[in-house]
């Protein structure tokens, strides 16, 4: 049964480095996805992994055995890639069957793979068209189909769907996700789309400039995560830069921000001392308006107003010098003071980064 | 003066040989609107934009704008400003930043180099380049490359600028932050905008107006609010959110309400909201609801005694997270879909797999259309 | 008005830009354009194909009823049309692995290879036909070097082996430039479904590459068909009497205007006979070609199956590397070491009896007349050929498609066929008067037009016209959108498409002989220093020249171009 596992791998382009250190081990029949901003060296990784590219340092083991020096027909995983790469000449069925083919499996056998991998992404009705003449969800589709007529038990997705309407985006993400969990494969998809990452995978691995910052499930990278960058990298968050004023306990600390605000605030650890420079952190949706006066709250204005489907995107002007967007279900009058409390269970301090809140948090 | 109208576009249509793009639009935009042009591939969108940039002609219609009608004038007697789709945000790829900032000014010859060197010093302040204006655009990355292309676009002192997927290449999470930033930096400049794009969250999150087009027509022009809960067609309603698409069989109508039924159960909707055919005789009973995602409410307790009103039992199927929100898939028996329904991510601890609950749709949220069933399944397979 | 503070080139260009981009400027421009392609580019090519259906009754009686003319005709069409096929199809054979490994692999000397491959370009070919013989034939007048193979006496296979050197560097660029635009990936793909590298190439890239072969084909097809100058001087140094098409056209042509007999043929039939041979050597071009493209448009691989063993063996460990050297091996001996052999010629002939016997004054004039053709050719090609290539690239209407594909037709006409339908037609016409150096001219810059455009258009499809497009809407006018924006993406193509102009003008032959056998240009030079003069000496000498000055050019284009791309 499949399992990868990456020990302390490392690639340079001549004196450029693409990755270091990275460590990675993926179980049996789960779905990794490996998460970053464009440049980050995600690309590189899987290029490692399949053979495209050779490794400067480090050893990848697939199944317990070493890759070292086997080309990529001989390692065992199945590939997606981002651009398709149907063959234009050959029809959907003629693609599907690809695998099979060059391994010069007995046509009775192969018929049966692909009307088997045809009805598997319910192409059959469109199994004589060309690629052109296929939508873009069905390109990718008949290109799944393809990786999955290998047969075999790890697939590699390389930004699989990224290219299409999000629409579309939406409808063949659970589509992986299902396959790939009804054949029981091991999966690695790599994406730079945080919401496509946590819907398809049971463990992400954030990248960023060739170094692994942050593992963990969906749940944990959204709702606790350990780094300002996944903070700001795995959906939106409004960061306040503030001193500690008082440590009232291991789980309670009191914060004061530019122009006399302040607010206390729970967490765990790390543990903070008096006098220490900290950021706030916490999601757009984790925070309550009223327009009445409440204790523990910051104090500022309403400056912005867009509709967004469900809920409404208020951007506000806090006493601390801060812009902040917050969003609500609530419709609230925009002019005059709004109070602004903030969920205790889901803001999170950090320490402030030595240097500097804005070079911790850029994406390019 | 803020609601003179700016550009108005009248009876414009299209023709690629035989092939009819665009069939009859008519738009009035008001001056410094952050119009959103939105529909999927191949509905035009482009071809509209191009028209308007004066790079195509069109085949009937007039465009004019406030300095009067533009609609034979070359494109660079227009005063506005193109961004297209190219793979490098359309700068010049051998000019330096600085060269491609100030291009329109000296192509003009309008103005002194003492003006033209301000107004490069000026336009590349505003996106915060200035310290890379000796660098060629290979050397920046994706947002800089765009931060270079507006600002270049600010130099010409167009009154209209025309973006054509402005953000398609940039990494998702970039994207969020760049539209904020792009839709800030032309309303402060008060400069009317049209934006193309196919993604419905960004549309949502910039536009004053959204324009839906499909097959070359206008199919809603609206505010946001508008088109997410007041959707004119079975397609703009499928487009926005995530939209449950079910197919119910029309029983009996009574007063302002609607009553059909969809398997074993019933649901109510208020006439009012959605299209009714005009003649009994033909009011064929195959209608389509569209009820959002996230105007569903939950609750981990399901009924044992009477259901209320548009209420039923379910089993949740699959839960999937996605950070700000949870998509809940529910499966109600004799329902010929299973619902989408998205609920905070809080509250995700409340549920379990293959657990039940109680689902209800709003009244107020239910939009009906006479459509065949088939319909459901074109859009959703397209 | 605000022009004040600008130069005095600036505001002259702007006010160029103002007055060139009015539309009825541009309206008359393209349409002289337009008249210029037709009428002096296209028409005086095919003119004589016009001529021998009006004249046909004329032909029919001095030509079809004369055997000895027949049985001339017969048996220099076979040996044209049977060299140009057979050496197309080698060059395929060993192109394509010499393409791909160009393209897709990574070595020590490929930059040097690069530019070996090109080398046969600037040769002009009544020297190269002189080095291939030295090389190959037995040469009963001439000295040999010491490593000459000394081996060929009969006309055809040494035909063969100089066309190999003439037509390879065509196959391979033509190979590696579609090959570049093949997307890797799908080969990666083909591999991650556990194709070999043998089986990914086979079954995926080679079905792709169909549009690559045939220009392939139709490049080889139609330079082997065409060349005169150094099937002469290759004929010439063996002393063999054969000839083939081109140089049949060429001894006609010579008889008729120096009234020397020919043994069995008229004097009066001379020019029918030579017209109707040149319409028949048209028509064959023009179908070989078609055919050529036909082939390449529908032909199927014979082997669908796949044999996964057998493959891999030939794609792994010494295989690769075998199938390299036979490839490069060929390319050695085949084609580098034969077109360069004259220079070891000359290194062992000089003296100073051959320095002192030389006829300088010719040698200086016949290379001044070859640079002052070649130069007008190219400037006019230049001025009147980018514009068509921007009409064709950018209106995509029916009528640019008919363009674009008559602009290729005067290069796959032979050369020496060209030239004596350029001749026809300004002869025959009554309005300029007889001046041979201008006709001369009017068959080169004929025969080089689709360089130019060709090569522009492969410039301007590298440029996505919505950059033009954010020009206008910009500001700039359409002139200034083609200096600031076009030109600087396009300008290496046009100076590529004029380098190739140029060497093929200072090379050719065959079209200069035909239109005009008095005028005396370099490569004319060579081949009576070599059939007539026998002073091979100063015949290499010229080559030289001629080879300087054409890789001069060529290796000046290549470093611009590297340079250009490192910024």
Known sequence: MPTVTLRNIGKKFGRVVALTGIDLEIKDAEYLAILGPSGCGKTTLINCITGIVDISEGKIEIDGK???????????????????????????????????????????????????????????????LYPRELSGGAQQKTAVARALATREKLLILDEPISALDYKVRVTLRYAIRKLVKDLGLTAIHITHDQEEAMSVADRIVILRAGEIVEIGTPQQLYSSPQTLFTMNFVGESNFLEGVVTEVVSDHEVHVSFRNNQSLGLKNGDPHFEEGESIVVAFRPENAFISKKSIGNSLIGEIT????????????????????????????????????????????????????????????? | MIDSPHIVISDLTKRFGKKEVL???????????????????????????????????????????????????????????????TSDYSLFAYMNVWNNAIFSPKMKDEKSL?????????????????????????????????????????????????????????????????????????????????????????????????????????????????????????????????????????????????????????????????????????????YVLAIKADSITVSSIPSTEGLGLNEFNGSIENLYYLGKWIHMVVVVETFPKQMVIAIPSTEMRKYKLNSDVLIKFDIEDIIHYNEPWEKVKQLEDS | MLQKDRGQLDRLSIRLANLTSKREFNTTWYIFVFLFFFVLVLF?????????????????????????????????????????????????????????????????????????????????????????????????????????????????????????????????????????????????????????????????????????????????????????????????????????????IGTWKHAFEDKTPVPGIPY???????????????????????????????????????????????????????????????????????????????????????????????????????????????????VLGVPMAILIARKSDRFSRILDAMVDIPYVVPSSALGLSVGFFWTDQSILPVNELFFVIMAHISMTFPFIVRNTLGGLSELDSAYEDVARTLGARPMQTFKEITLPVIKFSIIAGAIMSFTRSVGETGATLAVSPSSITAPVFIVNLIKNDQNYFLAALTTLILIFISSLLIFTLRASISRAKRR
């Not at chain 3, 043998?198 to 169909?210: C, K, Y």
């Not at chain 3, 062992?348 to 007349?369: K, T």
Request: aromatic share 8%.
């Open chain 1, 66 to 128: 070493s890759v070292e020096g086997i080309p990529i027909e001989k390692r065992d995983f199945a590939m997606v890639f981002q651009n398709i790469a149907l063959f234009p000449h050959m029809t959907v069925s003629e693609n599907i069957s690809y695998a099979p083919y060059v391994n010069d499996i007995p046509h009775v056998e192969l018929k049966k793979i692909e009307s088997e991998m045809l009805k598997l992404v319910d192409l059959l009705e469109q199994k004589d």
């Open chain 2, 23 to 85: 069939k009859g639009i008519n738009l009035n935009i008001k001056k410094g609107e952050y119009i959103v042009i939105l529909g999927p591939t191949g509905a035009g969108k482009t071809t509209l934009l191009k028209i308007i940039a004066g790079l195509l002609p069109p085949t009937s219609g007039r465009i004019s704008t406030d300095t009067g009608d533009i609609t034979d004038l070359p494109p660079e007697f227009r005063n506005l400003a193109y961004l297209p789709q």
């Open chain 3, 268 to 382: 009066d039939s001379l020019v029918p006979s030579t017209a109707f041979l040149a319409a028949i050597m048209i028509i064959i071009a023009l179908t070989l070609v078609f055919i050529a493209k036909m082939i390449a448009r529908n032909a199927r691989l014979p082997f669908r199956k796949v044999f996964p063993s057998f493959e891999w063996t030939v794609s792994e460990g010494k295989a690769p590397q075998a199938r390299q050297i036979v490839a490069f091996g060929f390319l050695i001996i085949f084609v580098i070491v034969p077109s360069l052999f004259l220079v070891a010629y000359l290194i062992q002939g000089a003296s100073l009896a051959a320095f002192s016997s030389a006829n300088w004054v010719l040698f200086g004039q016949s290379i001044f007349m070859t640079v002052l053709v070649a130069s007008i050719a190219t400037i006019v090609n230049v």
């Open chain 3, 44 to 248: 005086p090519t095919i003119y004589v194909l016009g001529k021998v259906i009006l004249e046909f009754p004329a032909i029919n009686d001095s030509v079809l009823s004369n055997t000895e003319i027949q049985s001339q005709i017969i048996s220099a069409l076979f040996y044209s049309i049977s060299v140009s096929i057979f050496v197309t199809i080698v060059d395929l054979i060993f192109g394509l692995p010499i393409a791909w490994t160009l393209v897709r692999k990574e070595f020590r000397f490929k930059s040097l290879l690069n530019s070996f491959i090109e080398l046969p370009l600037a040769v002009p070919t009544a020297g190269l036909g002189f080095s291939v013989a030295l090389f190959w034939g037995v040469t009963p007048n001439v000295e040999t070097p010491i490593f000459a193979v000394q081996l060929i006496k009969n006309a055809l296979p040494i035909l063969i082996l100089f066309h190999f050197t003439t037509t390879f560097p065509y196959v391979v660029r033509s190979l590696t430039a579609i090959l570049e635009e093949i997307d890797v990936t799908l080969e990666v793909a083909a591999r991650t479904c556990g194709a070999s590298k043998f089986t990914a190439a086979r079954t995926v890239t080679l079905p792709m590459f169909r549009s690559g072969v045939a220009t392939a084909m139709v490049l080889s097809l139609a330079k082997s068909l065409s060349d005169t100058g150094g099937v002469v001087t290759l004929l010439a140094t063996i002393q063999s009497a054969t000839q083939t098409g081109t140089t049949l």
């Open chain 1, 304 to 364: 912005g107003k867009q509709f967004i489907g469900g809920y409404i995107r208020y951007t506000i002007s806090l006493r601390t010098e801060d812009e902040i967007i917050l969003d609500s279900r609530l419709d609230i009058e925009p002019h005059g003071n709004i109070f602004i409390q903030l969920n205790p269970q889901e803001a999170r301090v950090f320490r402030a980064p030595t240097y500097g809140l804005k070079k911790v948090l850029t994406l390019e």
């Open chain 2, 114 to 286: 003492q003006e033209i060197t301000t107004i490069g010093n000026e336009v590349l302040d505003l996106v915060n380049l200035r310290h890379r204006y000796n660098a060629l655009p290979h050397e920046l990355s994706g947002g800089m490359k765009q931060r270079v292309a507006l600002a270049r676009a600010i130099a010409t002192d167009a009154s209209i600028f025309l973006l054509d997927e402005p953000l398609r290449a940039l990494d998702a999470r970039l994207r969020i932050i760049l539209r904020t930033e792009i839709k800030k930096l032309v309303t402060d400049l008060k400069k009317t905008t049209f934006h193309v794009t196919h993604d419905q969250e960004e549309a949502l999150a910039v536009a004053d107006r959204i324009l839906i087009i499909n097959e070359g027509r206008i199919i809603q022009f609206g505010t946001p609010q508008e088109i997410y809960q007041r959707p004119k067609t079975l397609f703009s309603a499928y487009f926005f959110g995530i939209t449950n698409l079910l197919p119910v069989s029309f029983k009996d109508l009574k007063d302002d309400k609607m009553i059909f039924s969809v398997g074993n159960h019933t649901i109510t909707a208020l006439a009012s909201l959605g299209e009714i055919s005009e003649t009994s005789e033909d009011l064929k009973d195959e």
